[in-house]
């Protein structure tokens, strides 16, 4: 059970890296070249999807660990 559960998790930690790396960062770029231009950028709600994301690591990784090391452990 815990090598499923590990699993799941180990496919939701890549996938948010994924969405965080290709979807979310190329957004967040676009507005963070505008302010260093002194221009004012609209606002956007990729701030809170990219934290979300971080939050959610957050508990992912730990799990993962416990989980992994909870299958190495007679």
Do not use: F
């Not at 290709?22 to 221009?39: F, H, S, T, V």
């Amino acid at each position: 059970m815990n090598i499923h559960l590990a699993a799941v998790a180990r496919i939701a930690i890549w996938t948010l890296l994924v969405i965080q790396v290709a979807l979310l960062r190329p957004r967040l770029d676009r507005p963070a070249r505008q302010l260093i231009q002194g221009q004012n950028p609209p606002r956007s709600h990729h701030h809170l999807a990219y934290i979300a994301a971080e939050c959610a690591k957050i508990v992912l990784l730990p799990t993962l660990g416990i989980l992994l090391t909870r299958g190495l452990l007679p």
